[in-house]
């Protein structure tokens, strides 16, 4: 008997390719974390705290303000025990929702009890720890801040070519997130050609507000994949050549459906740039995003995207056998494609 769509959205092994630490905190997990900092004073503000820190569909605020729900994240991952444990209760979280390959991004930084090396060291260690008991398989994309200064850009470029020299197995990408109004792509184009110089890939979140120059300028570097991609086809806030570059290149996107309905970079999901995308075939990967930021799971954004424009479970089994195509890590690839595959021969789709 045919699963029902929820069941089936769930079991099916699903890749998730764009997931921030921070964000991805879920209530539980900062619960957990809150035990650790009962005395920071945030103790006995739990429900505003929680309020702030989830951003849903009828939320007020914009993409602009939901860069500051993460201080929240921030004040529960400050030290390296907190931050061992939300790696690891997150990493829990997303095999539990049926997720076999995990590439998780976050940003190093400095904080009174951690500096950014040890708060890499300490995300690498969790994760090799957490691989002898998750089957899911978790690989590291470093991120850097669109608001970071020269020598930020530099310093966390280092870091990641260092760490990935040292941890190939686990250090796989460079990616640029961040508020999209502030800094300018140029600014990292140095550093990025270094990165990739040095083998890592490199994902841009790309088209998350209106400025086809910077689209352009992103697009031609030829990133391993992006991230969002809405304002590209002129629908959304591109351009005609946002468009065809983008066609004529077929870079991968992370599509990340109820984050950007949640912040209003989508007015609602029918409208998502996914149709658009996928029309093109232009390679989607379904994402999260923050999935404790905007209270989803990547079995449920499965499922919306399947209720919303009418893909039946062949095709979302497609979807997430496609999105093997595209993870960092080349080592994996074949093993995901034929967990997928066996998965589409079970249940004969
Ligand atoms: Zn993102």
Redesign the pocket.
């Known amino acids: 008997m045919a699963l029902a769509l929820d069941s089936f959205c769930r079991e099916l092994p699903k890749v998730e390719l764009?997931a921030?630490l921070n964000?991805s905190l879920s209530r539980d997990t900062m619960l957990q974390l809150k035990r650790f900092h009962a005395d920071s004073g945030l103790a006995d503000q739990t429900n505003a705290f929680f309020d702030e820190f989830q951003v849903g569909a009828g939320d007020t605020r914009k993409l602009s303000d939901c860069f500051q729900v993460f201080s929240i994240a921030h004040t529960l991952t400050s030290t390296p025990e907190t931050l061992a444990l939300a790696t690891t209760l997150t990493l829990q979280d997303f095999q539990d929702d049926g997720c076999c390959y995990l590439e998780l991004?976050s940003t190093p930084r400095d904080t009174p009890h951690m500096t950014k090396v040890s708060y890499i060291e300490t995300i690498i260690q969790t994760i090799q720890k957490s691989s002898r008991h998750l089957t899911m398989i978790t690989r590291l994309i470093v991120s850097i801040n669109r608001n970071s200064t020269c020598s930020e850009i530099d310093e966390i470029t280092n870091l990641a070519i260092q760490y990935y020299k040292n941890y190939p197995d686990i250090v796989v990408g460079l990616e640029i997130?961040g508020d999209p109004t502030v800094g300018s792509f140029q600014t990292f184009v140095p550093a990025l050609n270094k990165a990739r110089a040095a083998g890592l890939k490199i994902s841009l979140?790309c088209g998350e507000v209106c400025n086809p120059q910077e689209v352009m300028d992103m697009l031609k570097f030829k990133p391993d994949r992006i991230?969002?991609g809405i304002c590209i086809h002129p629908n959304y806030g591109g351009t005609d050549e946002t468009w065809a570059k983008l066609c004529e290149l077929k870079i991968p996107v992370?599509v990340?459906l109820t984050?950007n309905v949640n912040t209003k970079s989508s007015p609602d999901y029918d409208s998502h740039h996914f149709k658009h995308l996928y029309e093109a075939e232009i390679p989607v990967i379904i994402c999260t995003?923050?999935k404790g930021v905007f209270s989803t799971s990547l079995s449920q954004e499965y499922r919306i995207c399947a209720e919303t424009f009418n893909l039946t479970p062949s095709k979302l089994a497609r979807l997430s056998l496609n999105a093997c195509q595209y993870i960092f890590a080349d080592d994996t690839r074949k093993m995901l494609n034929d967990k997928l595959l066996n998965f589409i021969n079970k249940n004969a789709l």
């Open positions: 764009h921030h964000g991004r997130s979140h991230g969002h992370e990340c984050s995003d923050d």
